[in-house]
Structures are given as C-alpha cells and as structure tokens.
C-alpha cells in the first residue's frame, strides 16, 4: 500500500468501526445490546481459535471414514466451546459493572434485535472456522499467527475490563453501556492500525504484527517473491 493510500486505509479502519456507535446516537439501537454483541463476539473468536488449535495438534484421522472425521471435527468444535466457557466466567463477570450494574435476561431473551446480533456472531463464527480449517491444512499455527490474533481479541476485552474495575459503569449509570462500547471502539481502531504497539502490552505477542501498510496484499505479494529469490 501506497503512502498516500495509507490515510484511506485509517479512514476505512474507523469507518468500519463506528458504526454501531453511530447506529446506537442516530438510530436509537441499545447500547447495552451492542455491547453484549461485542462480549459474544469475543468469546465465538476465542473458540474457533481454540478449536483450530486443538486440531491442529490433535487432527481427526482421515483415513477412518466419514463417520470419524465428523465425530472428530465435532470434538475440535466442543474442546474449543468448553474452552470459550471456562473463560467466559473470569471475562463475563465484569460485564454487569460495564452494563451499569443492570442485567435483564427476561428482556434479552425477548429482544429479537439483539437474538438477531448473536445469530450473526455464530454465522460469522461457523465461517471463520471453515476458513482456518482449509489454512490449517497447509499452514501451521505459527505461521497463520494464531497467537497474535488471539491476543488481539484477548486485549481488546482486558482494556474494558481494566476500565470496568475503576468504577466508572456504576458511576456512568445508565450511560455506562454507551461509555464502553466507545471505548471498545477506540480500542479496535487503535489495535486494527497501530496492531504492534497495541500488542507490546502482552508478551511476545508483538512478533510480526503488520501494520495497515504491510499488510495490504500489494506488500504481502512483495513479501512472498522476495522470500521466494532467496
């Protein structure tokens, strides 16, 4: 990517990202929906990151018939879920602090807006991991970064957590929920276009983070032929 195309790509990163916010002051969505999408999309990332793990160092045998393979991708897919709920806890508590202390499940649960949200994070999930299991097939772990992605993912949620725990959702009422989905919004923003520096705040998970101008697939084609000439 160009120089000049660099400001573009900002302008695309921040665009993209504050939609909901957006939605949310002109269109009069919930803040506390958007922020429960948010939540959910964090777990579903984190799980088919797991599963993809999980099949990587523990592949279904092929050759066993079509009946195995299905058994075994499932048990990929019900290790990574069993991950995604053994986190969902310690990552799930402070959400009721970030949401101003106020939690109906009676309207959630009739809230056809937000059932609609969640429905889009399982499908966006249910591809993200048929994606990463065709790359898995030719790459390993490692070179898909998986461990970057997830920090990515991870740090994004810590950053709300960190807020959440000085007490600023109970202070903000029920301005709370629109407080946090902004700053999740920043977070994404700053992560998306500065992902180095971002990641310095985890360990060893700043190797090899691109920023928007390495990573468009003009710069990456350069980087395979030069990797290629060697």
Partial sequence: MSTQAAPLAIAQVIARNIVPLAGILLLGWSAQNVLIVYFADTLLTMAVLFAGVLRHFAPPIENDGWAARLNGEAGMIGGGLFLMAAVSVPLGIPLLMMLGGALDFRGMLADRSLQAGLLWQLAAAAWSYVE???????????????????????????????????????????????????????????????????????????????????????????????????
Avoid: C
């Fill in 132 to 230: 990463l299991y065709r790359a898995l097939r030719h790459s390993t772990p490692d070179e898909l970064k998986l461990k970057r992605r997830f920090a990515l993912v991870f740090l994004r949620w810590i950053a709300l957590i960190m807020v959440a725990y000085l007490g600023v959702g109970f202070l903000a009422g029920r301005f709370a929920p629109l407080i946090f989905v902004a700053i999740y919004i920043g977070v994404s923003i700053y992560a998306e276009i500065a992902p180095d520096r971002f990641l310095r705040a985890f360990p060893n998970a700043a190797e090899d983070a691109p920023t928007l101008r390495e990573a468009s697939p003009r710069r990456r084609a350069q980087a395979r032929r030069s990797h290629r000439s060697r």
